[in-house]
């Protein structure tokens, strides 16, 4: 199983980036995913969860209006769509799949992780 997280770079306060979540090596569809993140200095945090027909998702509430995610089962990607990004969005977005359908908010419950992608917001 191989997830790679890519879309990340340097974007100025109020901008919006675009990270994929690339998979292989598994049956994409039936497992939920989701994106955490971990800033300089700090544990990694939830940031979104997809369930497996993307009729299911949950935000952080630090995101929730922002942040968008989605997956194409069919391109076996998942997406975050960043709007309107703030200093404090900066950190290591790390995609993740999840042991089962719905996904969590924990960590915990996630078994496999990408190698992460750096988004940095400068003002």
């Known amino acids: 199983v191989q997830l790679q997280a890519s879309g990340g770079g340097l974007v100025q306060a109020g901008g919006s980036l675009r990270l994929s979540c690339a998979a292989s090596g598994h049956t994409f569809s039936v497992y939920a995913l989701g994106w955490f993140r971990q800033a300089p200095g700090k544990e990694r945090e939830f940031v979104a969860r997809?369930?497996?027909?993307?009729?299911?998702?949950e935000y952080a509430d630090s995101v929730k209006g922002r942040f968008i995610i989605s997956r194409d089962n069919a391109k076996n990607t998942m997406y975050l769509q960043m709007n309107s990004l703030k200093l404090e969005d900066t950190a290591v977005y790390y995609c993740?799949?999840?042991?089962?359908?719905?996904?969590?908010?924990?960590?915990?419950?996630?078994?496999?992780w990408g190698q992460g992608t750096q988004v940095t917001v400068s003002s």
């Open positions: 997809v369930s497996v027909t993307g009729g299911a998702t």
């Open positions: 993740a799949r999840s042991k089962g359908v719905l996904g969590s908010s924990r960590s915990g419950e996630y078994n496999y």
